[in-house]
């Protein structure tokens, strides 16, 4: 009996919930935690303002670039799939952006960070609206904006803080646990 290990399953459909809104708070926030940092990030890698701010268009340029592919990604590969490597892509980019050692490799972890973002809201849903039957789906959509509706709210006031108390590096390191986190749940739970 002490050989074994006793491990609780988590529902599928709460694991499912869990994984998607982790993945929708971190992608939220990191829609505009940025804009408050991007001065100090031009003065860490002594480029100017206007350099710097390739960072937050790197992200929005690459996240509407993903939303149309989704679907077919999705349809070829598998939802779960699909939406796993994106949260892990994700997740890894925001290591990458918070290590990024000069303003392109930035740029570029960014780039990867929004298209991977890109792919997690319609794959996300997709996956939701599988988990759950259709007379479920409305009361869920009420509960699951919130985060999702919240967080590009709270971005600017978090990057300013983190900023201002730790470093711009930081911006993307708090994505790291969460999203280790949520794809862990989403592979075992």
């Not at 694991?15 to 940025?34: E, H, K, Q, R, W």
């Not at 994106?86 to 570029?108: E, Q, R, Y």
Request: proline share 7%.
């Amino acid at each position: 009996m002490s050989g074994l290990l006793i491990r609780p399953r988590i529902r599928p459909r709460v694991a499912v919930v869990l994984v998607y809104t982790a993945a929708m708070c971190m992608n939220g926030l990191d829609s505009t935690i940025v804009n408050p940092a991007l001065y100090t990030i031009a003065g860490d890698f002594g480029r100017p303002l206007s350099a710097a701010n390739t960072v937050e268009t790197a992200f929005l340029v690459a996240l509407a670039v993903g939303l149309p592919v989704a679907g077919w990604l999705g349809d070829r590969f598998g939802t779960k799939r699909v939406f796993l490597g994106a949260l892990t892509a994700f997740t890894i980019a925001s290591a990458v952006c918070g290590l990024a050692p000069d303003l392109n490799t930035l740029v570029v972890a960014r780039a990867v960070q929004g298209l991977a973002g890109g792919l997690l809201t319609p794959v996300g849903m997709t996956l939701l609206f599988r988990a759950f039957p259709p007379h479920e789906r409305m009361k869920l959509a009420k509960v699951l904006i919130v985060p999702t509706a919240l967080m590009p709210a709270l971005g600017p006031p978090l990057g300013g803080l983190l900023t201002e108390h730790l470093s711009w590096h930081w911006l993307f390191f708090v994505n790291v646990p969460i999203g280790t986190a949520a794809v862990l749940l989403g592979v075992f739970g």
